[in-house]
């Protein structure tokens, strides 16, 4: 079966630009992370899609947003980059929690660099 | 917002011995907390969990103690190995929400 999957891995980019990465679930996932991790930090909450719902958002500016598929596939869009935004973009998916209140982790892909220049 | 801490940015212990990695959390919502496990150039990948009904899971060398009181929750592993070494992120779930702490490098010398 296969994992999550990212495009692409690498992405460089010039200040100002627009930057669309892209993040493939495992089949039958509906939720959908995204993740920053910039150089020397932890992983910082981007984004959050469920059902293709934008369910919740980390602390980031408006510049940073997204959208799920009906395939339950996503996409973050980076506007206006600026240099600090270079980093490792990662996305997660993960099983809706059910009825039965079974526990899920969430499985991520190998991410994206961004390096905007 | 730091819902979720991981106070300590590296850990280094002599392979063999005791790593224990610690994790606080605010959110009296989360009932559900991870471990991943990051290598460099590599995506995390999860390592344990335990839910806010437990206070202790197991699983080989690796066990997760959670103190809902405290809103802290530690990893131990037992005994620690080289290639042990990496970036441990504690996370913490809430109705499918997921928060990440910053991660702790642990280092395990031969």
């Known amino acids: 079966e296969a994992g999550v999957t990212q495009s692409p891995t690498h992405l460089i980019k010039t200040r100002g630009q627009q930057a669309t990465l892209r993040c493939s679930p495992i089949?039958?996932?509906?939720?959908v992370y995204w993740y920053q991790q910039a150089l020397g930090l932890g992983l910082q909450f981007l984004l959050w899609?469920?059902?293709?719902?934008?369910?919740n958002r980390g602390n980031f500016p408006p510049r940073f947003s997204g959208r799920q598929f009906p395939n339950y596939s996503s996409e973050l869009n980076v506007n206006a980059l600026e240099l600090e935004d270079s980093a490792l973009y990662l996305c997660?998916?993960?099983?809706?929690?059910?009825?039965?209140?079974?526990?899920?982790?969430?499985?991520f892909g190998q991410g994206t660099r961004l390096t905007v220049v | 917002d730091q819902q979720v801490k991981q106070n300590s940015p590296s850990l280094s212990v002599q392979e063999g011995r005791i790593s224990i990695l610690n994790c606080d959390y605010t959110n009296s919502m989360f009932d559900y907390f991870l471990w991943y496990k990051k290598y460099p150039a590599e995506g995390p990948t999860f390592l344990i969990s335990i839910s806010s009904i437990k206070d202790k899971n197991e699983d080989g060398r690796f066990t997760v103690f959670l103190n809902k009181s405290a809103k802290h929750l530690s990893l131990h592993i037992v005994p620690s190995q080289p290639g042990d070494s990496a970036v441990y992120f504690c996370a913490a779930s809430a109705d499918n929400d997921m928060r990440f702490g910053a991660g702790t490098r642990l280092t395990v010398k031969p």
């Open positions: 997660a998916s993960s099983l809706a929690r059910g009825l039965t209140d079974l526990y899920t982790e969430a499985f």
């Open positions: 089949s039958g996932h509906t939720s």
């Open positions: 899609y469920d059902e293709g719902e934008e369910r």
